[in-house]
């Protein structure tokens, strides 16, 4: 099934929720309760309701994410060398992209502050200025996620490799890069072990 949301581009967001959680002793992030539900299905449930065509990264064989996101009008992507780093996410995700994408959205899959507006904003934003490099800050100007990248640059995100992300993508352009302010941290708070989730949920869930 496809949706029509109201927008002029054509936008995908790639999901990248194929990490390990290896800094959660045994625990998965992207499966920590927020709002109610698994971390991986509230994104992708805001992702889905902002944008018809959205794809999510996953590590093959892990059923308890694929489970997360039952029901969701979203493609899965099975990455199967996603141990050898971020990019090889980004890579499959890039080679499954809609002929017609104008541009995608990288959201990593481990910010629980990112909300459907935000998202929103940073579709708007791509369709003001569809060939520019977008990333979202937080709202003290700290570049953060998520990012848009142009179609122009789908190759180039397809021939990366290693761990680094799209990081060199976004430093060989960094003149082109046009930074888009989301509330407060909500472009910058990702939550890597249970420590960090314990801290963030005293701080914002009273």
């Known amino acids: 099934m496809t949706r029509h949301h109201s927008t002029e581009s054509n936008i995908a967001i790639l999901l990248l929720a194929a990490g390990a959680s290896s800094r959660m002793r045994g625990g998965d992030k992207l499966l920590e309760e927020v709002d109610g539900k698994p971390l991986l299905r509230k994104l992708a449930g805001h992702a889905c309701a902002v944008c018809d065509f959205v794809l999510v990264c996953l590590r093959e064989g892990d059923e308890a994410r694929y489970s997360a996101l039952s029901g969701l009008d979203c493609q899965t992507v099975t990455v199967p ?68 990248f142009p179609k122009n640059l789908f190759g180039e995100l397809r021939a990366l490799s290693g761990d680094v992300g799209a990081r060199s993508v976004l430093k060989s352009h960094a003149d082109g890069v046009h930074f888009i302010p989301l509330p407060e941290r909500h472009a910058l708070t990702d939550l890597d072990t249970p420590e960090a989730w314990q801290t963030w949920r005293q701080s914002f869930q009273k």
């Open 81 to 148: 060398d996603a141990a050898e780093g971020m990019a090889h996410s980004l890579r499959a995700g890039i080679a499954q992209l809609p002929a017609q994408a104008s541009g995608v959205m990288v959201v990593p899959a481990d910010m629980p502050e990112l909300t459907e507006q935000d998202l929103r904003s940073m579709i708007s934003a791509h369709e003001a200025q569809a060939d520019k490099i977008l990333r979202a800050t937080s709202i003290d100007n700290q570049p953060g996620h998520p990012v848009v």
